[in-house]
């Protein structure tokens, strides 16, 4: 079971970005996808980005496509969620998944192990 510690959540104006960063505890987080979904008060969780183990492929949430990006740092087990032109619709607590395994995670059900989670707040 990988252990996965969200942080850089925060409140930001309509237009701005923020970092979200996710630390897995696990030793074999360089052979483990990992992927980032989000649930808004009164929505269903959604599918956010993903990227594979060597970080060769990643793929986004038309919502999120060209305003979000996901990375990863194999050598400090951290993988981030890079978030700008932010926008009150994306409001949402966020959690990282990890997906071991799986080198291109397609459905909810792949990723098994779960964060707790970390609240952005976007205001107009």
């Known amino acids: 079971q990988v252990q996965l510690v969200e942080s850089g959540g925060g409140l930001v104006q309509a237009g701005g970005s923020l970092r979200l960063s996710c630390a897995a505890s696990?030793?074999?987080?360089?052979?483990?996808?990992m992927g980032w979904f989000r649930q808004a008060p009164g929505k269903e969780r959604e599918f956010v980005a993903r990227?594979?183990?060597?970080?060769?492929?990643?793929y986004y949430a038309d919502s999120v496509k060209g305003r979000f990006t996901i990375s990863r740092d194999n050598a400090k087990n951290t993988v981030y969620l890079q978030m700008a032109s932010l926008k009150p619709e994306d409001t949402a607590i966020y959690y990282c998944?990890?997906?071991?395994?799986?080198?291109?995670?397609?459905?909810?059900?792949?990723?098994?192990?779960w964060g707790q989670g970390t609240q952005v707040t976007v205001s107009s």
């Open positions: 998944a990890a997906a071991p395994g799986f080198y291109a995670p397609t459905t909810e059900a792949d990723f098994r192990s």
């Open positions: 696990a030793r074999t987080f360089s052979s483990t996808s």
């Open positions: 990227i594979s183990y060597t970080g060769g492929s990643t």
